[in-house]
């Protein structure tokens, strides 16, 4: 039993009144509400962290713990399970993702006050920060998926409102609704899963999913995941919707360290960690969905290289730390992928499940956090610095920046995978295990010679980044200076946790503990640094040391330098490729403007001439009604009343003719009334007599 | 005895002669000499039927009618003087304020 459970939902609603707070009233708050934000993070820190730790003591290492804080009652229902509520699941994986996120959004809120000091709009911009992150930690912390969902897009929202922060620039404004719709198609194929999901179990809460499994058929069991995945696809920019990411580097540096490296973009990859329960049934007799797994997989491998080329052409600083988060995100797909696949045969083996494939993509997720976040913010460091993004704009600002190019120089070894760095623990345990699952399914050897390419590819990038941007001469303007302490500072510590963060498997007896998905598994050995797969191990470090060492001739001695290859027919026309990103984008721009705006113009046309046509049709057939009745109104009625009124006048003036004043022409009219009376007794009086009988 | 025809016809005669005086003479004190031609007629009538059936009460009211006839004569007079006063003339067709 959790100690203090009603303490969590404060994990959500201080960031979410902080948003309110400084929604309403960042203006009149010091640093525009900066320091509110930053406080409610750090209370959400605190408080997660206090949740890890009871986590941690109740078991975690060797027990899944599993708790549900029931909540609010959405939507009630007469059977029990089946209503829709809004209750929290603190459990292994939810519990690390929480102190995780806490943690990040913490240290790059406090960077953001050195980074954002002088904006404009920073009450908008700490308000947004605010309900992201409490769209993230509701995200995490869902028992549901319509809960999940919810939160879900309130990042979404807050992701598009937050790279188009400098909407006046109309690049910015362009990339944030790029963004929003790209990853829109993933989140309608996410809730066309969500339907499914409840059309086919009435419930949406994950334990009572994973509990009712067999109730569905094999061809919904690949379809749901792959839908989820779908969703997962566009908010971690998986090819085909990877286009979104490079372009939200138009949003603030926080922003895309925040968002676009350490925490929205991982949601896809913790979505795809949730629904495990469908890729890896723990029911007995349900057959796993070996396709879903192998499509996860394969677009993991496929994006992880794809984007590395990508990465490899780049000028914009933030651009290639983009490109990399995208192959980064990739190699957790692949990683999840291959976890799954192990487990699934093994448990239609009747073996025990190893989880080594799911725990290491988690574990990846983790230290990808902590040195992508620690890579964007030095990055941030430099163009506060230089205040341009050009990489052929940098260079030499190693003696002018001594911290920013140490802690950078950490986030790229931790990146390239170099040991002790976090990243070689994780990426070389994701690439054994598909190696190792190479042996049920031939096409994980594929896989895995895309992923040590890969780790090629990474190293290279990340130096020749990190080359160009530190040595050598000074190539642009003015005079580049430090960033003051509350932007390096944050940067320090994420620096110490790139270099610790993949050796804190040891205390903790291997990370697969801490991430355990749900209770059945709870038993699971425990994986942490494979002893084993020394080879492996060093065939990744190996690529990776390469990988640098070409990019120190190439870019630090420039003993072959680059133009060599871009000057030769294929090289630049494979430059060529890879700068216009494989020329996706255009190719998506094209079917926007053509086939989309095609249909766009055919119904406009439709809209004008038909359905207004027909509207104008009524409208005109009304207004000559109109005009009808108006002239029957005018001429008729009104004649028939003008005609009276105008008869009467005209008998009265007649009849006043006959008042001539003359006393005399009134004794006449006497003297006729008397004849008439007397003709009317003497003559018609008889006949009327005789007439009536009397 | 002289025949009722004839009193009546002579009665008759006046009223003619009277509404001749009336309708066609422009002069105001000829039209109420005509006027109580017209009077007389009838005042005539009344005696006429009076002898006729040996009742007295038609010559009582020639009598009331000869007064009524004096009467009528002061006050139109005065209203002839008066409408002379105001408009210089007593020609009935030149005084034309009786209407709209």
């Not at chain 1, 406009?604 to 109109?626: E, L, N, P």
């Not at chain 1, 009134?666 to 007439?691: D, H, K, M, S, T």
């Not at chain 2, 009838?42 to 039927?49: C, E, K, M, P, R």
């Amino acid at each position: 039993m959790l100690e203090n459970e009603w303490l969590a939902w404060f994990i959500l609603l201080l960031p979410l009144a902080a948003f309110v707070v400084v929604g309403l009233i960042g203006r009149r708050l010091s640093e525009g509400g900066g320091h509110v934000v930053v406080g409610a993070i750090a209370g959400s820190f605190v408080i997660s962290l206090y949740f890890f730790v009871q986590v941690l003591q109740e078991g975690a290492l060797g027990e899944g713990v599993f708790h549900r804080l029931v909540g609010y009652v959405w939507l009630p229902s007469p059977i029990s399970g089946t209503q829709i509520e809004i209750s929290l699941q603190i459990d292994n994986l939810s519990a690390l993702m929480l102190v995780l996120v806490s943690f990040l959004s913490m240290l790059i809120a406090i960077y953001s006050l050195g980074y954002m000091h002088e904006e404009e709009g920073k009450p908008r911009y700490y308000a947004e920060i605010a309900l992201f992150v409490a769209g993230m930690l509701g995200t995490v912390s869902a028992d549901n998926f319509l809960q999940l969902l919810i939160f879900w897009e309130i990042m979404g929202l807050c992701s598009y409102l937050l790279i188009g922060f400098w909407y006046h620039k109309p690049e910015a404004a362009a990339a944030a609704k790029k963004a929003f719709l790209v990853t829109r198609v993933g989140d309608v194929l996410f809730l066309i899963g969500v339907l499914i999901i409840w059309n086919q179990f009435g419930t949406l809460r994950f334990t009572e999913i994973a509990s009712r499994l067999s109730v569905l058929s094999p061809e919904l069991l690949t379809i749901i995941p792959l839908l989820l995945f779908g969703g997962a696809v566009g908010k971690s920019a998986q090819f085909p919707l990877h286009a979104w990411l490079p372009d939200a580097m138009e949003g603030p540096t926080t922003v895309s360290a925040l968002i676009h490296a350490a925490t929205m973009v991982k949601a896809g990859v913790y979505l795809t960690a949730r629904s495990f329960i469908f890729l890896v049934p723990a029911v007995p007799n349900v057959q796993a969905p070996f396709t879903a797994i192998l499509v996860i997989a394969a677009i993991g491998g496929f994006t992880a290289i794809f984007s590395a080329t990508m990465a490899v052409v780049a000028y914009d600083i933030k651009r290639v730390l983009a490109f990399s988060t995208i192959s980064q995100l990739g190699y957790m797909f692949l990683g999840l992928g291959a976890g799954a696949y192990l487990m699934a045969t093994e448990l239609a083996n009747g073996g025990e499940p190893n989880s080594a494939g799911y725990s290491a993509a988690l574990y990846h997720l983790f230290n990808h956090a902590f040195f992508k976040a620690l890579l964007f913010l030095s990055a941030g460091s430099v163009i506060h610095a230089v205040h341009t993004n050009d990489m052929r704009e940098m260079g030499g600002l190693g003696k002018h920046m001594p911290v920013t190019s140490t802690v950078m120089l950490a986030g790229a070894l931790a990146l390239a995978g170099i040991i002790p760095f976090s990243g070689f623990f994780s990426k070389g345990e994701i690439l054994a295990v598909t190696f190792e699952v190479g042996a049920e399914n031939s096409v994980f050897y594929v896989l895995y010679v895309l992923g040590v390419l890969t780790a090629f590819l990474t190293a290279f990038y990340t130096f020749r980044l990190w080359f160009m941007t530190f040595r050598g001469e000074y190539r642009g303007h003015g005079h580049p200076h430090e960033s003051p302490s509350v932007m390096t500072v944050p940067l320090m510590i994420l620096a110490g946790f790139a270099l610790v963060s993949g050796l804190l498997v040891y205390p903790m007896q291997g990370f697969g503990n801490l991430v355990f998905y749900e209770e059945a598994h709870a038993a699971l050995p425990l994986v942490g640094v494979p002893i084993q797969e020394y080879l492996l191990e060093a065939i990744s470090l190996g690529v990776a040391v390469l990988g640098i060492i070409l990019a120190w001739t190439v870019y630090a001695t420039r003993r072959i330098p680059a133009e060599r290859f871009t000057r030769s027919p294929g090289g630049s026309f494979v430059h060529t490729m890879l700068t216009k990103r494989y020329w996706i984008d255009d190719a998506y721009d094209a079917l926007g403007s053509r086939v989309v705006y095609g249909m766009a113009r055919g119904l406009d046309w439709f809209d004008r001439k038909v359905i207004d046509g027909i509207v104008d049709a009524v409208g005109r057939g009304g207004m000559a009604t109109a005009t009808g009745t108006d002239v029957f109104d005018r001429k008729v009625i009104d004649g028939i009343v003008n005609g009276l009124s105008l008869e009467t006048v005209r008998t009265s003036w007649r009849w006043r003719q006959r008042q001539t004043g003359q006393v005399q022409s009134y004794a006449w009219v006497v003297v006729f009334g008397i004849v008439v009376v007397v003709a009317l007794v003497f003559v018609f009086g008889p006949i009327l007599r005789l007439l009536g009988g009397r | 005895m002289i025949p009722l025809e004839y009193e009546l016809l002579l009665s008759a005669l006046l009223l003619c002669i009277g509404l001749y005086g009336v309708l066609a003479r422009r002069n105001a004190i000829i039209v109420l000499m005509s006027i109580e031609i017209i009077l007389n007629a009838s005042i005539l009538n009344f005696v006429a039927f009076s002898a006729y059936n040996n009742s007295p009460s038609g010559q009582v009211f020639a009598l009331l009618g000869i007064a009524v006839a004096a009467a009528e004569a002061v006050v139109g007079l005065a209203i002839f003087l008066s409408v002379y006063q105001t408009h210089g003339t007593i020609e009935l067709d030149k005084i034309r304020i009786l209407k709209w």
